[in-house]
Each structure stands twice: as structure tokens, then as C-alpha cells.
């Protein structure tokens, strides 16, 4: 059985840097298999797909538009996790973050549990 | 970006009831389109992938059908449990996009 946990800080400040991790069981990241991904949900955007990673002899990274440059995803192989940075956070990036298995074409069905992070002084 | 538009945005049905809610995609996605359950406070669930493929563990009450465009979710006779928002979203191409959801209220 797949599970993801997700940790990380509920409370950023402005300007700051987000991170978040998502721990893997009962599959491995460097699964040829899968992808890993980032995904957040607010009011006022509803669902955003923010960045994935994956290993197909090598490691691939993708990123959306809206956060590209400022957003890192990291997988680590010899903790079964990977992580989500944000740099300089605002208060549109105040969401419930996502961290969520793809696998097939495109099926994502395994969702940590979330995490509610808010952006304030 | 391709644009997922459901509709109606919310729904109001009784135990027993059959119901239908649609999700339309700015261009063709073929069949990857993929239909997800939520309750409050919860992660989304994965009820259908693949336009009309059942995930495993999920109640054959629930169908999906379409390609292209225009797709639709059905429940055949809605169950206390069912009452939540669903959400459409289209797997052909990052980034990966999200309908607004139907809410379905008893």
C-alpha cells in the first residue's frame, strides 16, 4: 500500500522560503514507474499542479509557469522522499499543499494528506 | 493552458437518485481525463482514470464516460457517502489542470 507524509511548516513569512517534504512508502522514488508531484489547492485558484519529478535513467524536472524560478522539487533516494522550496513567498502562495503520485498516463492516485500553509507576519 | 470547465457547479440530489455532472475541455484530450471526489478537510480521491476506468476499490455506481472534449460522471444511485465536490482534471499535458469542481449536496 502506497502512503505519503507529508511534513513541514504550517506558517511562513513573506518574502521567505517554503519547504515541504513527502515521505514515500510502498513505492520507491527513483520508480520507473511513477512520477511525484507537488500540487496545491486555494479558494480563490482551486487545484494548481505546481512541479514533478521522476527517473527514467536519469532524473527529470518540470515546472509550472506560475512558480518556475522561484520553485524547486528534490528528490532524495536514500530517504524515499522528496521536497517542495518555495522562495519568496506572498500571500497568493497560501494554500493546502499536495504531495501525489502519477503513475500511467497521468492517473494520480495516491494524495498526501496535505498541509495548510499560510503566509504571515 | 488548457482549460477544464465543469458544470452544473452545484447539485442538488436524494439518496437513490441517478446524477450526472459534465466536464468540458478547452481543446481535445483525447481520454485523459481523470475524475476525483473530495470531502471537506480531506485530499481528493481518484474515482475514475482514463475517461471511463474504474479505480480499484471504488463502487461500480460510478461511471465516466466521453473523449475529445466533452466527458461526463455518473452515479447511478447516489449513496449518504457520496455527497462531496468532484473534480475533473486533464493528464495529456503539463501543466496538469483542475475543473472548479460540481458540489453535490443532498
Known amino acids: 500500500q502506497v502512503l505519503l507524509q507529508q511534513s513541514g511548516p504550517g506558517l511562513v513569512k513573506p518574502s521567505q522560503t517554503l519547504a515541504l517534504t513527502c515521505a514515500i512508502s510502498?513505492?520507491?522514488?527513483?520508480?520507473?514507474?511513477?512520477?511525484w508531484n507537488w500540487i496545491r489547492q486555494s479558494p480563490s485558484r482551486g487545484f494548481e499542479w505546481l512541479a514533478k519529478?521522476?527517473?527514467?535513467?536519469?532524473?527529470?524536472?518540470e515546472y509550472a509557469d506560475s512558480v518556475k524560478g522561484r520553485t524547486t522539487i528534490n528528490p532524495d533516494t536514500s530517504k524515499n522522499q522528496f521536497s517542495l522550496q518555495v522562495n519568496s513567498v506572498s500571500p497568493e502562495d497560501a494554500a493546502v499543499y499536495y504531495c501525489?503520485?502519477?503513475?500511467?498516463?497521468?492517473?494520480?492516485?495516491?494524495w498526501g494528506q496535505g498541509i495548510l500553509v499560510t503566509v504571515s507576519s | 493552458d488548457i482549460e477544464m470547465t465543469q458544470s452544473p457547479s452545484s447539485l442538488s440530489a436524494s439518496v437513490g437518485d441517478r446524477v450526472s455532472m459534465t466536464c468540458r475541455a478547452s481543446?481535445?484530450?483525447?481520454?485523459?481525463l481523470n475524475w476525483f471526489q473530495q470531502k471537506p478537510g480531506k485530499a481528493p480521491k481518484l474515482l475514475i482514470f482514463?475517461?471511463?476506468s474504474l479505480q480499484s476499490g471504488v463502487p461500480s455506481r460510478f461511471s465516466g464516460s466521453g473523449s475529445g472534449t466533452d466527458f461526463t460522471l455518473t452515479i447511478s444511485s447516489l449513496q449518504p457517502e457520496d455527497f462531496a465536490t468532484y473534480y475533473c482534471?486533464?493528464?495529456?499535458?503539463?501543466?496538469?489542470?483542475f475543473g472548479r469542481g460540481t458540489n453535490l449536496e443532498i
Open positions: 482534471q486533464q493528464s495529456v499535458i503539463t501543466p496538469y489542470t
Open positions: 501525489v503520485r502519477l503513475v500511467g498516463d497521468g492517473w494520480l492516485d495516491h
Open positions: 510502498g513505492d520507491t522514488v527513483s520508480s520507473n514507474g511513477a512520477s
Open positions: 481543446q481535445s484530450i483525447s481520454t485523459y
Open positions: 482514463a475517461a471511463s
Open positions: 519529478t521522476y527517473y527514467r535513467s536519469k532524473w527529470y524536472y
